[in-house]
Nanobody, 123 residues
């Protein structure tokens, strides 16, 4: 019903910035709350940030608060994650996810997922 495609990942030096994008197709616009998660091989998928359907409310994991900013452009069916002051511990595969209600911080609550994009921060 909804297809999500992440882009913008890559290799960046510590202290640098990167902007991730998530393009949605199918049922889009303000129908879904959106979230960003990240995962390191062998570990659980962790919450990063979430934004409400219209984009007026957002929240962040403590580890990224003050450095990352989530936003959305419903006219373009796109969600963004601006990442500043990147640290090596930010290295992970980043996933975009959609929830028809409000999934909060649990990955299990989200209905649709992108394929992920690799972010690598070198020291």
């Amino acid at each position: 019903q909804v297809q999500l495609v992440e882009s913008g990942g890559g290799l960046v030096q510590a202290g640098g910035s990167l902007r991730l994008s998530c393009a949605a197709s199918g049922r889009t616009s303000g129908s879904y709350a959106m979230g960003w998660f990240r995962q390191v091989p062998g570990k659980e998928r962790n919450f990063v940030a979430a934004i409400s359907r219209v984009g007026l409310m957002s929240r962040y994991a403590d580890s990224v608060k003050g450095r990352f900013t989530i936003s959305r452009d419903n006219a373009e069916n796109t969600v963004y994650l601006q990442m500043n002051s990147l640290k090596p511990e930010d290295t992970a595969v980043y996933y975009c996810a959609a929830d028809r209600t409000y999934g909060g911080e649990s990955p299990d609550a989200y209905d649709y997922w992108g394929q992920g994009t690799q972010v690598t921060v070198s020291s």
